[in-house]
């Protein structure tokens, strides 16, 4: 049993991170046990296990009415926020801070038991974070009230200070670890953006108007569940609003929401009299990859082609998956010679993938041989004003270069501006006899 029990120490999680962050998990965990055991022993009383006993047991109503909603806005990241902090708030406001300890324990420990499998190590970091930073709170709204006074107003500037201070510490030192135990996360992976920036300060200033209801009755913040429950919901707008905006099966901006954005572009171009391109881009021989390696394999390879495609623009460009394999890109501020450069970049960058490798590592399918598996795309380049005045016109004249360059044998550029006014015929469907490498 000793023998099994080191075995699977040595199996933790924990011994897998780097150096750096190794020693930010360690120092955290430390660091709020010791913080810990110091507010313990300088309790001088229980008093307050009502208050404990009201914010933790309606913080556990609303985050149990409010889970089928976090669980359809958890969106698989490392950060996630919700609204859990308001109760841990109210706790550094009224409480001791042991007793404000307590209240984040017991809740960590309800979302641990309600949370089936997790990775052991971050749930303690996570409790650590909520443990310093309910110190650190607390500590700010004991030099707050010294500074301000005893009046209502230096009450409630103590209060928001506080909740700041809450919000400010579990978002760095969140943000240090994530940044270093998943390198390469972005700003916005680490520290949230817009939307998690919102649920910060609507929870921290729920927390200030919880713990001034609570110091009249600890009763109130029962009275809290369903203005809660309401707010959770609420939070779901941005989640529907980018599932109404996003491809579900390419990640990719949705059609009519691409064309949106390209009026709303193309509207900023005529008044700054610029030029910008329209690109649409078509899987060559897509249809052949469903038939001989099945619709899993072909959704994947249509996954990667469009990572690819995403990855190889800037960030001011707008993507769309036009329909089918066709992708549509809008190019403000591009004439037709980078346009041009930018078409050809995309259509190497695609021929060159080993989106073999990329499909059967999703799929865990190894009998994608890289041989056999490629694909190319053909592209065709519209530009304003020369080739059309609105979207339409643009998305008209790229779709027929785009055919003119399927005609021309794929895996090529085509520039309305070449074509005139002779219509490029539509390809020939490939017959089944073609041999593989025409295939794919």
């Not at 011994?15 to 020693?23: D, G, K, N, R, S």
Request: proline letters at 4%.
């Amino acid at each position: 049993m000793v023998a099994q029990s080191r075995r699977s120490v040595r199996k933790w999680a924990l011994w897998t991170l780097t150096v750096p962050a190794f020693v930010v998990v360690v120092l955290v965990d430390f660091g709020a046990i010791g913080y810990g055991v110091q507010a313990y022993t300088e309790l001088p009383s229980w008093h307050g296990l009502d208050v404990v006993a009201a914010l933790t047991v309606s913080a556990l109503i609303a985050v149990e009415g409010a889970r089928r909603v976090e669980n359809r806005r958890r969106r698989g990241g490392a950060l996630h926020k919700d609204l859990a902090p308001a109760w841990m708030i109210a706790a550094a406001i009224i409480l001791h801070p042991a007793m404000a300890i307590l209240v984040v324990v017991l809740l960590r420990i309800w979302w641990r038991i309600r949370a089936g499998k997790c990775i052991p190590y971050r749930w303690a970091f996570s409790t650590a974070v909520h443990v310093l930073a309910v110190g650190a709170a607390h500590a700010v709204f004991q030099s707050a009230r010294d500074l301000f006074g005893g009046g209502e107003l230096a009450l409630v500037a103590a209060m928001v200070a506080t909740a700041v201070t809450f919000v400010v510490t579990d978002t760095l030192l969140c943000g240090l670890a994530i940044s270093l135990i998943i390198p390469g996360s972005t700003r916005q992976e680490t520290v949230g953006g817009f939307d998690d920036l919102c649920i910060d300060v609507t929870a921290a200033m729920f927390g200030c108007l919880l713990a001034g209801a609570c110091l009249i009755s600890p009763w109130f913040a029962f009275v809290a569940i369903p203005i809660t429950l309401t707010a959770q919901r609420a939070l779901l707008l941005g989640q529907l609003e980018s599932e109404a905006q996003t491809d579900p099966k390419t990640s990719l901006t949705r059609v009519d929401f691409w064309r949106r954005q390209t009026e709303e572009m193309l509207r900023r171009t005529r008044t700054q009299r610029e030029q910008m391109s329209v690109l649409l881009i078509d899987i060559d021989h897509f249809k052949q990859v469903n038939d001989r390696h099945g619709h899993l394999v072909g959704d994947e390879a249509l996954r990667a082609v469009a990572t690819i495609l995403r990855s190889a623009i800037r960030a001011k460009d707008v993507i769309g998956r036009f329909g089918g394999e066709e992708f549509v890109i809008a190019l403000p501020d591009t004439g037709i010679d980078e346009a041009t450069v930018t078409a050809d970049r995309l259509r190497q960058a695609v021929a060159d993938s080993p989106l073999a490798a990329m499909c059967a590592g999703v799929l865990d399918c190894p009998d994608l041989d890289p041989d056999d598996f490629q694909l190319t795309v053909s592209i065709g380049v519209a530009v304003y004003p020369a080739e059309g005045i609105t979207v339409d016109d643009l998305l008209l004249q790229a779709d027929r270069a785009m055919y003119a360059a399927k005609a021309a044998g794929r895996n090529r550029v085509r520039l309305a501006a070449d074509l005139g006014n002779i219509s490029a015929p539509k390809p020939q469907p490939v017959s089944a006899a073609a041999p593989p490498a025409d295939r794919a």
